[in-house]
Structures are given as structure tokens and as C-alpha cells.
């Protein structure tokens, strides 16, 4: 039977259409999850936010569109096994001044990037000099998908769900408590120019579980037959 470590009642999680502090990267949402818990954001996002190939060259870094992207400031309370699920999403409201009725289309191929830590403060004085005359900024244009982003020195890369060419990407993996800075964008199929794409991105967390009953009793018959082989080379 699995056991579980630290396994607690379902806890409900907070989720705000906000920026948790001013300064660094323009967090669109909040979100802080307890074990046991689920929450959801749902929102429209650039076709080609994630990664866009007229950002780069070839054999240089990938990057994507900084404010094209979606950010999401996340805090985890406790050590978890976080399922982390980015999909297309139909009927999500984007209006316009000309059209206050419009919907996102849901074609997106998603891609997201989990960094530890969260940004918000300035870019570091070196990268402003080299990058923008010496002036302040918060972020920047463009941002590493697949590691660490000079701007914002205050995150470390951690995971990316990869877009695979479907309208889903999905993972569950270790994270421990503390916060992380996750992006949200699309690495659209389509050579001519699209608008922006309907998402639905939704994590759920689970206590890490400890060894099974049959990886002990494997661990335990590996000793015992090292004990039982010490004994006969000493007979």
C-alpha cells in the first residue's frame, strides 16, 4: 500500500488577477496553493508569446515576447507534486474598442517555464548600460525560455513544458515550498500572423509520496542477501 508523507486536508487555494508587488516582471496573476489543492487562470495570450523565431537567429538562444507573455507569481506552501497543465481555451472574453463582444480564438500551442523565485525590482545596473543607455527598466522586450533571464536576477531557471505541436502540454514534478515565476505563451504552427489565443492553465498538488511497501521489501531482501554473501566468503 502507498503511503503518503505529510498528507494533510484539502486546502483552498487564492488566486488574484494581481500583481504582488511593483517592480521587475508585470505578474498578471497570484496564486498560492496549499497540498491537496487545485486552482485555475483563464486568459488570452500571444500566438507566438513563448517562443518566436524572428526574436533570434539561427544557433542563437530561443527567446520569447516579454509582454506578449502571461506571468504568474506562484507560492507553494509546502513541498508538493505539482501537475502543471497549459491548454487552448474556447470563449474567453477579449474585447475591443470596435468589437466589446470579441473572443479569443482557441488555437494555441502552448508552452510555459517555471523559474524559483520571483522579480520585482529593478534590472541590474549591467544590463541597463549594456542594453538600454544606463536607464532603469523593470524588464525587458525579450526573455530566455530554457534558462535563466539576465533581467531578472532574482529568478532561477527551474522547468519548461515544451510545446509539442498539440494544444496541450502537461507535467507532474517535485517542486519545494517557496515561490516561482511562471510564463505562460504559444509557439504557434502558422507562417502568417494570428491573434492573440484563449488559455486555460491549472495546477493541482499532491503530497510527495514515500517509498512504496515493495521497494522495501526490495531494499530489505538486497540487504539480506549481502549479509547471507558476507557470510559464505567468511566461512
Not at 521587475?24 to 500566438?47: E, P, Q
Not at 543607455?133 to 515544451?162: C, K, M, Q
Request: aromatic content about 10%; hydrophobic content about 35%; proline content about 6%.
Amino acid at each position: 500500500m502507498l503511503t503518503l508523507l505529510g498528507c494533510t486536508a484539502a486546502q483552498g487555494s487564492t488566486v488574484m488577477q494581481s500583481d504582488p508587488q511593483p517592480g521587475g516582471i508585470f505578474y498578471r496573476w497570484t496564486v498560492s496553493m496549499g497540498l491537496n489543492d487545485s486552482a485555475s487562470v483563464s486568459r488570452h495570450v500571444g500566438a507566438w508569446a513563448w517562443q518566436d523565431s524572428s526574436l533570434f537567429s539561427s544557433g542563437e538562444t530561443p527567446v520569447g515576447w516579454t509582454h506578449n507573455s502571461e506571468w504568474l507569481a506562484f507560492t507553494l506552501q509546502a513541498p508538493a507534486m505539482v501537475t502543471l497543465r497549459l491548454a487552448n481555451a474556447a470563449g474567453v472574453a477579449n474585447p475591443t474598442s470596435q468589437n466589446p463582444d470579441a473572443i479569443a480564438p482557441d488555437n494555441l500551442y502552448p508552452g510555459m517555464t517555471i523559474y524559483s523565485g520571483w522579480d520585482n525590482d529593478l534590472a541590474s545596473q549591467a544590463f541597463s548600460d549594456a542594453n538600454n543607455d544606463g536607464a532603469p527598466t523593470n524588464d525587458w522586450h525579450s526573455y530566455v525560455n530554457r534558462g535563466n533571464i539576465a533581467w531578472a536576477e532574482d529568478t532561477s531557471y527551474f522547468t519548461h513544458l515544451e510545446p509539442n505541436g498539440t494544444h496541450v502540454v502537461e507535467t507532474t514534478t517535485f517542486m519545494p515550498a517557496g515561490n516561482y515565476t511562471m510564463v505562460i505563451g504559444g509557439k504557434s504552427l502558422s507562417d502568417t500572423s494570428e491573434p492573440r489565443q484563449g488559455y486555460l492553465a491549472s495546477f493541482t498538488t499532491a503530497p510527495v509520496p514515500e517509498p512504496t511497501a515493495a521497494a522495501l521489501v526490495l531494499l530489505g531482501g538486497l540487504s539480506l542477501w549481502g549479509q547471507r554473501a558476507r557470510h559464505r566468503r567468511a566461512q
